[in-house]
């Protein structure tokens, strides 16, 4: 059973530029959910995709957004980035049903530079 | 609205010696617990979750964490501290809505020292 894969593991992007992360989930999981980890921070929740729609966002501007495929498999994508976007970003993976005691699965992050 | 406090942003504790990571919730409904773990350039693990079923949780690799309401707490604890157990370690709560919505606190970097 594969896990939660996620790339690039690295990327350098300048202000302003559009960046695209790649996540594919856990075999089985069909929700995906996005965080942004700043340095020296926990992570914080962006938002969550089910049935290929966005089901859930935590306190993001637009500029912020993704898409889920058929396969489960996801992009987050951030437009117009700022020094501030800087940080790792994690997918996580879940199995829908298991309501509020369902574990998250993370994958191993990307983590964006932005100059 | 869910939140969660770490107490302390580093532990340092020699091998062998007791673990206590400390960790406070704040919720309006009953909440639903995670530890996870944080190992240097990797993503997190779940180290054990409370679920309303037993205030006593145990996790992986020997850590446990116990639920009191009273004290709005759920500190994480290990009898001995291996080399191993450097990591940085994330209490969080479920917050509200979707369930991959988790509310983590800011972490606490614990290492340990031979």
């Known amino acids: 059973e594969t896990g939660v894969t996620q790339s690039p593991t690295h990327l350098i992007k300048t202000r302003g530029q559009q960046v695209t992360l790649r996540c594919s989930s856990q075999?089985?999981?069909?929700?995906v959910s996005w965080y942004q980890q700043a340095l020296g921070q926990g992570p914080q929740f962006i938002f969550q995709?089910?049935?290929?729609?966005?089901?859930g966002r935590g306190n993001f501007p637009p500029r912020f957004s993704g898409l889920q495929f058929p396969n489960y498999s996801s992009e987050l994508n951030v437009n117009a980035l700022e020094l501030d976007d800087s940080a790792l970003y994690l997918c996580?993976?879940?199995?829908?049903?298991?309501?509020?005691?369902?574990?998250?699965?993370f994958g191993e992050g990307s983590r964006l530079t932005v100059l | 609205a869910q939140s969660v406090t770490q107490l302390g942003s580093h532990v340092s504790v020699s091998e062998g010696a007791l673990v206590l990571l400390r960790c406070n919730y704040s919720?309006?409904?009953?909440?639903?617990l995670f530890w996870y773990v944080q190992y240097p350039n990797q993503g997190l693990q779940l180290l054990l979750k409370?679920?309303?079923?037993?205030?006593l949780v145990k996790g992986i690799n020997g850590f446990e964490a116990e639920f009191k309401k009273s004290e709005t707490s759920f500190h994480l604890t290990k009898p001995s501290a291996h080399m191993s157990d450097a990591a940085e370690y994330f209490c969080?709560?479920?917050?509200?809505?979707?369930?991959?919505?988790?509310?983590f606190g800011k972490g606490t970097k614990l290492s340990v020292k031979p």
């Open positions: 995709y089910y049935r290929e729609e966005e089901n």
């Open positions: 969080a709560v479920r917050g509200r809505g979707s369930q991959g919505n988790l509310i």
């Open positions: 919720s309006s409904v009953p909440p639903y």
């Open positions: 996580a993976s879940s199995i829908p049903g298991q309501g509020n005691t369902g574990e998250l699965f």
């Open positions: 075999s089985g999981h069909n929700t």
């Open positions: 409370y679920t309303s079923a037993a205030t």
